[in-house]
């Protein structure tokens, strides 16, 4: 029983639970500057969406249609996701939890705005808490500030692996995620959303020093592409 997770760059991740083959954020070739890889070369059956920016679903409606997978996203999205013709979209709210193939999954507060590509209103953004059916509780924080609402997170039984933005200027940078880390009572961090552009320039060595110092928090640095075994 394991968990594999694989970096895409940015905010797109694989995560393979037990064969059970989640995309997040689908961000990839073209659009995305860091990763080599098309979304034609991925596998999935479900793919989770924080919000609607398209640093984050640029990818989203062709490898949901292509794959068929069941889309993970609030229910503003999934609405917006049926009427592109994606016929198997699970649009849910913040708070709430739905136990899938995989194991539990539920909405989070996230502090960032929303918008789909035709400026359709995406509802709320939000982050995800999953407890996968091996015992992993994995924290996707989505594209957020450091918020006083993950402090629940941490109250409720911490996070085996927090999935943090560090790259400031959009979401939260270095410093607060350090504390925000510290917060969700997170065992492990992996970072994500930071340079992928030069306005979110981060020196991710140093933040995982820090990470290790001031809180004695693994910090596993994925190289785009890159996998990690929980
Ligand atoms: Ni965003
Ligand atoms: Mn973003």
């Known amino acids: ?40 070369d ?3 059956d479900f793919i989770l969406v924080t919000h609607g920016h398209g640093d984050h679903m640029a990818d989203l409606v062709a490898l949901a249609k292509r794959t068929a997978a069941q889309v993970i996203s609030n229910v503003e999205i999934a609405t917006w996701l049926g009427r592109q013709g994606v016929a198997h979209a699970h649009g849910m709210n913040i708070g709430g939890a739905s136990t899938l193939a995989f194991g539990r999954v539920k909405l989070t507060v996230a502090h960032h705005s929303s918008v789909l590509p035709d400026g359709t209103y995406a509802g709320n953004p939000n982050g995800f808490l999953i407890n996968f059916n091996d015992g992993h509780d994995v924290y996707i924080a989505g594209d957020t500030a450091l918020t006083y609402d993950m ?37 492990h961090v992996i970072p994500c ?35 990690v075994a929980l």
């Not at 940015?10 to 860091?34: E, M, R, Y």
């Not at 085996?160 to 009572?185: E, H, N, R, S």
Request: net charge negative.
């Open 1 to 40: 029983m394991s968990l594999t997770i694989t970096w895409y760059g940015h905010s797109t991740f694989g995560i393979d639970a037990d064969g059970a083959k989640l995309i997040v954020d689908p961000f990839l070739k073209p659009h995305n500057p860091v990763t080599s890889v098309v979304a034609d």
């Open 151 to 187: 402090k629940l997170i941490g109250d409720v039984g911490g996070a085996d692996l927090a999935i943090l933005p560090i790259g400031d200027y959009f979401t939260m940078g270095p410093d607060d995620a350090v504390i925000a880390a510290q917060w969700i009572k997170a065992k």
């Open 193 to 227: 959303h930071y340079n992928t552009f030069p306005r979110i320039a981060v020196d991710v060595d140093a933040f995982a020093r820090r990470l290790a110092r001031e809180a004695g928090i693994d910090c596993t640095i994925l190289a785009v592409g890159q996998s």
């Open 42 to 44: 991925l596998e999935a």
